[in-house]
């Protein structure tokens, strides 16, 4: 029979823990090394070969390692260790008990189970999912619950569905109320099965558009003002080296409600916050009054100065006397 125990409060079967007097302090000794006040049942101690086939059955088709010894468990109750050469298991021995009943010499097998030793290589402590959801984990498609009492979070709406203690509505106005706000139903309200049921400040908040179960708390708030000022915020070596603050610079989109005085979403798709809520002290090389660009010099029209120009005929005037009237023209210019 081979045994599996997982869990991280788990004891391996053969090993005890010594506390050295402090709370949560202990210290795990191994079977094979600490000495063990009784001694090992002989008939027990001598099933060798019974534990190295049990072992062996419990590996396959892996192998078994060598003898490491036996450790008393109880009255006739030994455990026989054998190393494991599984290459994924190193440091981990088989660990076989076996036992016989009382005035009886047959040795029978109690279990079989792999345990890690001193150096054993073991996986490492497992850790909650909520502990170990980071930033930018969240795919398509995945779900993040939230706690029920979850700090960052509180009650959209609060209250009760009756005025307060204070309140200057007197009792026959509370009364005339519920009845304009109770349901209306068919019958005489003897025969009605329920009483009629008042307006909820959770049905007015949904008939209204203000229907969010939670809101985020003060404690949320200052967390997220937290986050976001660590990572654009005035202590950043981009605002340490930057020309202005995101406060003078005419990309940043303010936010509304109290977020709104120390924080606001860049618009510059140049910027490294593009997109992000920015602390109003951050900023970088993108500002928007950082180096402003010159216009380009616009070049002036061509002037033709019109009083020097000479007219130039393309053809001679005939009747200047250069050419001779019986021979007959011939065209000017060039082939």
């Not at 006739?76 to 599984?86: C, D, G, I, M, N």
């Not at 380009?296 to 007219?311: G, K, M, Y």
Request: hydrophobic share 40%; charged share 25%; net charge negative.
């Amino acid at each position: 029979m081979v045994r599996s125990v997982r869990g991280p409060a788990f004891r391996p079967y053969g090993w005890r823990t010594r506390s050295d007097g402090c709370d949560g302090v202990e210290e795990r000794i191994d079977p094979v090394s600490a000495m063990r006040s009784r001694t090992p049942d002989r008939l027990c101690a001598e099933a060798v070969e019974l534990a190295r086939e049990a072992a062996m059955e419990a590996a396959f088709p892996g192998k078994v390692g060598e003898y490491m010894g036996a450790v008393a468990e109880g009255d006739r109750v030994v455990t026989h260790l054998f190393e494991s050469p599984e290459p994924g298991y190193r440091g981990w021995r088989w660990a076989v008990t076996v036992t016989r009943a009382s005035r009886a010499k047959a040795v029978t097998l109690d279990e079989t189970v792999l345990l890690p030793g001193p150096d054993a290589l073991l996986a490492p402590e497992w850790v909650p999912w909520s502990e170990r959801l980071r930033p930018g984990d969240m795919g398509p498609g995945d779900l993040l619950p939230t706690e029920a009492e979850d700090l960052r979070l509180e009650p959209g709406f609060s209250g009760e569905d009756v005025p307060p203690p204070n309140s200057v509505v007197s009792e026959e106005m509370q009364q005339l109320a519920a009845a304009e706000e109770a349901d209306v139903t068919a019958g005489a309200p003897v025969t009605q099965t329920a009483a009629p049921k008042t307006g909820s400040i959770a049905a007015i908040a949904e008939e209204l558009g203000m229907r969010r179960a939670r809101v985020l708390s003060r404690y949320g708030l200052h967390v997220a003002a937290d986050r976001w000022d660590e990572a654009y915020g005035s202590q950043t070596p981009m605002a340490q080296a930057a020309p202005g603050t995101c406060a003078t610079c005419g990309f940043l989109m303010p936010l509304g409600g109290s977020l709104g005085q120390a924080f606001g979403v860049c618009a510059n798709e140049f910027s490294p916050a593009d997109g992000r809520v920015v602390s109003l002290s951050y900023g970088c090389g993108a500002h928007s009054e950082a180096a402003v660009m010159p216009k380009p010099p616009r070049p002036s029209a061509p002037v033709v100065d019109e009083t020097v120009v000479e007219p130039l005929p393309l053809h001679p005037d005939r009747a200047s006397g250069s050419v001779e009237a019986d021979t007959p023209p011939e065209e000017l210019g060039h082939s």
